[in-house]
């Protein structure tokens, strides 16, 4: 809407162009034309004059995207009746594992787990009706898996949520929760504090609190790509030829190793050089409000696998074992 002014006199010459010119000096400002149409337009404005419109036009833009009246995503958090889910006050265990040796290691040593999280599909639905367990989609994937372990949103309705969906507050959390999420996996990146405050505000406005996880042990994901550069590198003609699964590594310039492993699309991931390891806050983060505890194996040997658990059931008692019968 243009403002009247009493600067126009009546002209023989079309002021179309120029005021088009004018109007068309926007590019040191936040704003684009979809599309500028202008009259022809016989009569003699003067240029500043033109100048003040667009500025006044842009000016008005400016207060109205100030004034936008947003509306929360949530208008309120899950109150106690809405859970189909009731929060259980007790330490849970769960193990996720990427190869049948990994496998054989934790039902070997008869580990107590709430769940197995299982990475390999095949692996997965060779013991899916025999072990509790869920299967952990890769974080890039088309597959839609209902009772699964999500890093999408493809895939939520009564699943857990992985840590790696990236969840950081209550408002995320809660938003899950309504979609049918089962449990939720709290974000790699969140500090203690962090978590403090996702735990409190939850606390504090649902008076109850949803079952968080926390990953306590693994290799964290550094970086994910379609772009497989171990079958380029090797001049391999077809996809998949199984080289991620060989164990290959990045090398920084000051020596440090990064693991790399590809899923079940020739996705390729880069871990971290070194895995996480929050064995020794598990009390602490277990007194804050988190029930769930993620023990996520990646690239570990059978050995390796067995090492740490017997470690971590040593130094801490919180795994216990099963009888044979119980498996």
Known sequence: KVKKTNHVESSSNNMKDRIKEQLQKINDTIFQYEALEVSDIFAYIKVKEINQMRRDA??????????????????????????????????????????????????????????????????????????????????????????????????????????????????????????????????????????????????????????????????????????????????????????????????DRIGKEYPVLGDENCNITILYYKPVNLFSKVDELYDLGINSFLINFTIESKDEVMNILENFDADSRYLGHYNSKDL
């Open 58 to 251: 842009l000016d008005e833009l400016l207060k109205l995207r100030q004034d936008i009246k947003r509306r929360p995503i949530i208008n309120d958090l899950i109150k106690l009746n809405d859970f189909n889910i009731a929060y259980e006050n007790t330490k849970k265990y769960c193990i996720a594992v990427n190869s049948n040796e990994q496998l054989e290691a934790v039902l070997e040593l008869g580990i107590v787990y709430d769940w197995l999280y299982i990475k390999d599909f095949k692996l997965y639905s060779k013991y899916k009706d025999s072990l509790k367990c869920r299967f952990y989609l890769p974080r890039v994937t088309k597959r839609k898996e209902y009772n699964s372990v999500s890093s999408s949103l493809n895939n939520v309705e009564n699943s857990f949520i992985s840590p790696y969906f990236n969840v950081v507050n209550s408002y995320t959390a809660n938003a899950l929760m309504r979609l049918g999420a089962k449990k939720i996996g709290l974000s790699i990146e969140l500090s203690y504090g962090d978590i403090c405050d996702i735990v409190n505000s939850y606390k504090e406005n649902a008076m109850i609190l949803p079952p968080f996880e926390m990953m306590i042990y693994g290799y964290y994901d550094a970086m994910i790509m379609k772009h497989c550069f171990i079958n380029k590198a090797l001049n391999k003609e077809k996809m998949p030829c199984g080289e991620c699964k060989k164990g290959y590594k990045l090398t």
